[in-house]
């Protein structure tokens, strides 16, 4: 009778255990999944951070204008003459050759002109004819003028005569100032040198035929002061205020590489030249041995008077495409910025810049290829010292 209570039991314990398998089952296909979502979850963020470029920046670098400015710059003359005929004909001689020192006034080459001196003799010739005319003109009225009171002249032959003999002294005047100008022409046959100088070209040699006129070709000769030199250089807008008329300056050439040569600022061109956004200024050297030489190259350290501060960045900054020069800058969220940049000096790794940055900008260093403006990016090294960026305000949260 009581031999049928324990199977029931039994039933009763399997369903539990069978209850509790299945609740097992369940959590661990839960858990499962949860983990499987949580590891696509960090893997998704993982990869969204590695999508971010990661980038270095620094601040410009402010610093006090050098005390002076080296820039290249071109010798020349003080004053410079190209000689031209001012008759045609052939070169008779010449006495001065490249590198002789010349004075004021001397003939340094004649030229042979038959043309000329045939109209110089022609003109002689008409001028003694018109001068005889003039003579018998003037004769004749003398004679009818005392004819006049006898009445065997009119009062109007007189007038007539007297007309006649004032275009006959018209006429010697005007072959008196052919002649005058024939024979001025016919000093020119002998070439003579402005000022005192140097031969630095000879473009013509004995028989050569010439014309008269600096429209025929190349100078017979170019006379040279190099006494004194003029050395012009192109100086950044930037600089220009802080270089005075009357400024010192030092030269040094390639060819004294141990020697410095004093030069004194004379003039400005009082204009910037748009293509190269450069300002043309003259100095004066003097060369009384004659070592410089004019159309050679030149080291200009320029005296500068300013205490205004530059901003350097390293040439690595620069970026330059269609949009012109710009340098990329990282904003406050951690997001690039394109700033549109003036060069002032480039020094090799590092450029001045002229115009475009402040102070506290944040620069990067290296820009990678394919960076947009707005684009997110990760702040990486101790370049810029100072608050915490976006980026490191969350990784201190993580």
Do not use: C, H
Request: glycine share 8%; aromatic share 4%.
């Amino acid at each position: 009778m009581s031999t049928e209570a324990p199977p029931r039991k039994s039933r009763r314990g399997l369903g539990i255990a069978g209850l509790l398998l299945a609740f097992g089952a369940v959590a661990v296909v839960v858990t499962g999944i949860s983990a499987r979502q949580k590891s696509n979850a960090e893997l998704t963020t993982w990869t969204n951070e590695q999508a971010i470029p990661s980038v270095a920046v620094a601040k410009p670098d402010g610093k006090a204008r050098a005390a002076s400015l080296d820039l290249p710059g071109r010798l020349e003359a003080y004053s410079r003459a190209p000689i031209y005929a001012r008759v045609s004909g052939y070169v008779k001689s010449w006495s001065a050759d490249i590198g002789a020192k010349v004075k004021a006034g001397q003939v340094i080459a004649e030229v042979e002109a038959p043309d000329l001196d045939q109209q110089l003799l022609q003109a002689r010739a008409d001028l003694l004819s018109q001068q005889a005319s003039a003579r018998l003109s003037e004769a004749t009225l003398n004679r009818r003028k005392t004819l006049v009171a006898s009445n065997f002249v009119s009062a109007q032959e007189i007038d007539e005569r007297t007309a006649d003999l004032s275009n006959k002294k018209a006429a010697v005047k005007s072959g008196e100032a052919n002649v005058e100008r024939l024979e001025a022409l016919a000093g020119f046959k002998k070439i003579t040198v402005p000022f005192d100088g140097v031969i630095t070209e000879r473009n013509t040699d004995v028989g050569a035929l010439i014309s008269a006129g600096s429209n025929a070709g190349p100078a017979m000769f170019v006379v040279s002061d190099i006494a004194r030199l003029r050395v012009y250089v192109n100086v950044p807008q930037t600089y220009v205020p802080m270089i005075r008329i009357g400024a010192k300056a030092v030269i040094t050439l390639p060819e004294y590489p141990n020697r410095t040569f004093p030069a004194t600022v004379e003039t400005s061109s009082q204009a910037v030249d748009a293509t190269t956004g450069t300002t043309r200024m003259q100095l004066v050297l003097d060369n009384p041995k004659g070592e410089l030489m004019p159309g050679g190259y030149a080291n200009v350290k320029l005296s500068l008077t300013s205490d205004q501060v530059s901003l350097y960045i390293p040439a690595s900054a620069l970026m330059f495409n269609r949009a012109g020069l710009r340098v990329a800058t990282v904003g406050p969220d951690d997001r690039v910025q394109f700033k549109d940049v003036k060069i002032a000096r480039d020094l090799g790794r590092e450029i001045e810049l002229a115009s475009g940055l402040a102070a506290d900008d944040r620069i990067i260093i290296a820009p990678p290829d394919g960076l947009a403006s707005g684009d997110k990016v990760r702040v990486v090294g101790d370049a810029v010292k100072g608050k915490p960026t976006a980026s490191e305000k969350q990784d201190v949260k993580g």
